[in-house]
């Protein structure tokens, strides 16, 4: 079949770094993206992974394994504004399917 | 850029009537999808335009549920005989013409309750 897992919840502290694991299973895979929504607003698109490694865009990372089927967002700097909710995202041959997503919660 | 435009922004409607959304995407971009998003959980998709061709519809999306998009530009999605599982946050997003990798970009949503 076709799913993705990430943890329902995290916590952490501002300043801290944070990562939100995915895995994923599907056929027919072209890449990763992560995608942030904040409470009452719309999904925003953070980065894509189609090959096996590290993409880095700012304070934000985001890590692929094909072979592992897994991938991970790295969040460095953690600031009040990132509490927000995080979705891994496998694109297949049309539309891209979501996974449940990762509320995080940064605290002071 | 006006980005992704949806009306109405909410819908409260009775169990049995008719309901149809609109949305206006990014103008450059041919390729427009519906997701629907309940609370706690990832966006749903629902179905898929190539300018005005429907490519694919979930199977999940019962015989109610209709989309168009006449013109290549705005898309409708309209709900017959609403039910109460219908009650969600429905989703427009637009890509522009390239790969399947683009960014989608979001609209705020439609939030529909079905009473």
């Known amino acids: 079949g076709q799913s993705l897992e990430q943890p329902s919840e995290v916590t952490a502290v501002e300043g801290a770094i944070v990562q939100i694991n995915c895995t994923y299973q599907t056929s027919g895979f072209y890449g990763l993206s992560w995608y942030q929504q904040h409470d009452g607003g719309a999904p925003t698109f953070l980065s894509y992974n189609a090959l096996d490694g590290l993409e880095e865009t700012g304070r934000f990372s985001s890590f692929l394994s094909r072979s592992d089927s897994y991938g991970y967002l790295l969040l460095q700097e953690l600031q009040m504004k990132d509490s927000a909710s995080y979705f891994c995202a496998y694109t297949g041959r049309r539309a891209l399917t979501f996974g449940s997503g990762t509320r995080l919660q940064v605290q002071p | 850029d006006t980005g992704v435009s949806q009306d109405p922004r909410h819908k409260i409607t009775k169990r049995g009537q008719n309901v149809t959304f609109r949305c206006d995407p990014i103008s450059e971009h041919n390729r427009l999808y519906w997701y629907r998003q309940t609370l706690g959980q990832g966006p749903e998709f629902l179905t898929y335009?190539?300018?005005?061709?429907?490519?694919?519809k979930s199977r999940l999306l019962s015989d109610r549920f209709s989309a168009e998009r006449p013109k290549g530009s705005f898309s409708t999605l309209e709900i017959q005989r609403t039910e109460q599982g219908d009650s969600a946050m429905y989703l427009c997003?637009?890509?522009?013409?390239?790969?399947?990798?683009?960014?989608?970009?979001f609209g705020n949503g439609t939030r529909l309750t079905v009473t």
């Open positions: 335009f190539q300018n005005e061709a429907q490519l694919e």
């Open positions: 997003a637009s890509s522009p013409p390239g790969t399947v990798n683009s960014p989608l970009h």
